[in-house]
């Protein structure tokens, strides 16, 4: 990429600088599970992060501003304001499952909200919560309290972030809603602008951020379904694998149905056909 200088590789995204005030991000097709990126890829996974962070970028835009400034014919390159990143993951909760169910477990609480006793795997929450999380470099991120995340932003800044974190995921949660998906949880990632505003950055609301399920099959008091890589983790942990590096190959069949996945939440969200979307990235954006 000649006109770019290449800052820094994620687990998903390579990231460039393209002048001092732009970013480029690039969504590779690598799939980690376990904080492990695997050997195999799945095709297509670039473009559905990027086209969906674009969608929801844009239904979003009226609640905070967001880093976009355009997607690049190749569908999985996005161009980006550049943000000082704060230093925590904003999670939001709607449902209780993942870490937040196994911390309820353990002590009826998580990330220091008190929840009502009794409630079961996947139940929905009376409201959505707000539990902040470290950004690791490396291993898994950790649930943090909300005193904790202050003494890393600042409690003014926190509130503010916690704010816009809950809004947005109410309105992305009701939306998705109306067209078969629950949102269970999600993370978002905001940073601060030159003018000290916060922006949105980052992705949003895709199956690498969040916890998808089918509305029409939703059953709490068990794991639920779901649209994101919860299918490759289950594949992996029936290896017996230890979750170290390397990590295994996947098959065929987990790759075209994972695949499959990512695809049907882009168009069931977006309601436009993922062969529109390869063809005319911009269709994402209104």
Known sequence: MPEARH????????????DDDRLLLVASDRISTFDVILPTEIPDKGRVLT?????WFTLLRPIVPNHMLAIRED????????????????VV???????????????????????????????RLPEPIFTPATKAQTGHDENISR???????????????E????????????????QGIIIADTKFELGVDAKG???????????????????????PGRP???FDKQYVRDYCESLGWDKTDPGPELPADVVADTRSKYIEAFELLTKIPFGRYVEQPSVVLG
């Open 7 to 18: 800052l820094a590789s994620g687990k998903v995204r390579e990231l460039y600088e393209l």
């Open 51 to 55: 086209g969906l962070s674009g969608f």
């Open 75 to 90: 569908g999985r390159s996005m161009e980006c304001r550049k943000l000082e990143m704060l230093p925590i993951e904003c």
């Open 93 to 123: 909760r709607g449902y209780l499952a993942g870490s937040g169910w196994k911390d309820y477990q353990a002590t009826g609480t998580t990330s220091g909200h008190a929840l009502p006793e009794g409630l079961r795997e996947s139940d």
């Open 147 to 161: 005193e904790e995340a202050a003494k890393l932003v600042g409690a003014g800044r926190l509130a503010e972030a």
């Open 163 to 178: 704010e816009i974190a809950i809004e947005l995921y109410r309105t992305a949660a009701e939306y998705a809603r109306g």
């Open 197 to 219: 505003n916060l922006v949105l950055g980052d992705e949003a609301l895709t199956p690498d951020s969040s916890r998808f399920w089918p509305a029409d099959a939703y059953e």
């Open 224 to 226: 639920q379904d779901s």
